[in-house]
């Protein structure tokens, strides 16, 4: 069974710390994605990557890196966290840009205090 | 700018209810995704349109590109179809770089 795993379903940090937000797919998939979803917003896309090293900036990046050092894992990371940051965040990946839209992870429930 | 609105926000139903949620956008698109979101917060693909209507089960979605609306369908709701539905269009040109999503309408199946 395919699988996108996240690190943590639920993290609270502090706000000026670096939190570092893990994803893993185990489909050998090319593109991986970090979304968030905030109530009344819907998903918005914050960055993905198409390759190995390679990332491109999405809807809101302001705030947040990524690194993409192996094929397999995708991590988010908030340089120095705000309170705005608060949020779901969603990690998933696709074999192809295009449709069809790929597997998402469950999630990660990340309030900053 | 590229919008995707769904109507109702939320939506609450009584067991075997025939149940529609709609998704209209902007502009043109290549395909248009259903997504469900149930309460742990995982996200599972249901349909993928371009044209016409797919069926799978109690769900069938339709899409009339000439409107800019697609419609997502549950017959003989159940208890366990509460969730959140969620619309995304690919637009042309677009990537899933570019998918615009719904807010998503939570649906609440009572027994």
């Known amino acids: 069974d395919v699988k996108v795993t996240q690190s943590s379903r639920y993290l609270v940090k502090r706000t000026g710390e670096k939190v570092f937000l893990e994803c893993v797919q185990d489909m050998d998939h090319e593109n991986m994605f970090w979304y968030r979803q905030d109530p009344g917003l819907g998903l918005r896309l914050i960055y993905f990557s198409y390759d190995v090293k390679m990332k491109e900036k999405g809807d809101i990046p302001e705030g947040y890196s990524v690194s993409r050092e192996k094929k397999e894992r995708f991590s988010l990371i908030l340089e120095s966290a705000s309170t705005n940051q608060t949020s779901m965040y969603l990690c998933?990946?696709?074999?192809?840009?295009?449709?069809?839209?790929?597997?998402f992870g469950d999630g990660t429930r990340l309030s900053i205090l | 700018k590229n919008e995707v609105e769904q109507s109702p926000q939320n939506l609450t139903a009584q067991e075997g209810e025939f149940i529609t949620i709609n998704c209209s956008y902007s502009?043109?698109?290549?395909?248009l995704h259903w997504l469900q979101q149930h309460p742990g917060g995982g996200i599972v693909s249901l349909f993928m349109l371009s044209s016409g209507k797919k069926k799978h089960g109690r769900l069938i979605a339709t899409i009339n590109i000439q409107e800019k609306h697609s419609s997502l369908h549950i017959t003989a709701s159940h208890p366990r179809d509460s969730a959140v539905y969620i619309c995304?269009?690919?637009?042309?040109?677009?990537?899933?770089?570019?998918?615009?999503f719904g807010k998503g309408t939570k649906l609440s199946v009572k027994p």
């Open positions: 998933a990946s696709s074999l192809t840009l295009g449709p069809p839209l790929g597997h």
């Open positions: 502009v043109g698109i290549s395909a």
């Open positions: 995304a269009a690919v637009y042309y040109g677009g990537s899933q770089g570019n998918l615009i």
